[in-house]
């Protein structure tokens, strides 16, 4: 029954913003902690950013400065918002669920960063 959706991914120049959107209907932000990972072709899939339940957050040293994850308790979203993007900022961008106590995860399908001159 639960799914995330990401959506907000695209080719940008370097230097250029982006802001990417997770859908994530059903899921209580006061009981899950949610991240934005990130997995480009032939590497492992990395944090890029978390948020826990309380509020405090946590971001990959690369994206640190740059990007900013925020949430909507009404609206059941999370955002991704990425500054002065590089070309090493390229790759699939995925939201990610984790309950608090149970640890059960949900994952999106991931959408598209490509960042190039």
């Known amino acids: 029954q639960v799914q995330l959706v990401e959506s907000g991914g695209g080719s940008v120049q370097p230097g250029r913003s982006l802001r990417l959107s997770c859908a994530a209907p059903?899921?209580?932000?006061?009981?899950?902690?949610m991240a934005w990972y990130r997995q480009a072709p032939g590497n492992q899939r990395e944090l890029v950013a978390r948020?826990?339940?309380?509020?405090?957050?946590n971001y990959a040293d690369s994206v640190n400065g740059r990007f900013t994850i925020s949430r909507d308790f009404a609206k059941y979203m999370v955002y991704l918002e990425m500054n002065n993007l590089k070309p090493e900022d390229t790759a699939v961008y995925l939201c990610n669920a984790e309950h608090r106590f149970t640890r059960k995860n949900y994952w999106g399908q991931g959408t598209q960063v490509t960042v190039s001159s």
């Open positions: 059903g899921i209580p932000f006061s009981e899950n902690v």
């Open positions: 948020i826990k339940s309380d509020g405090s957050t």
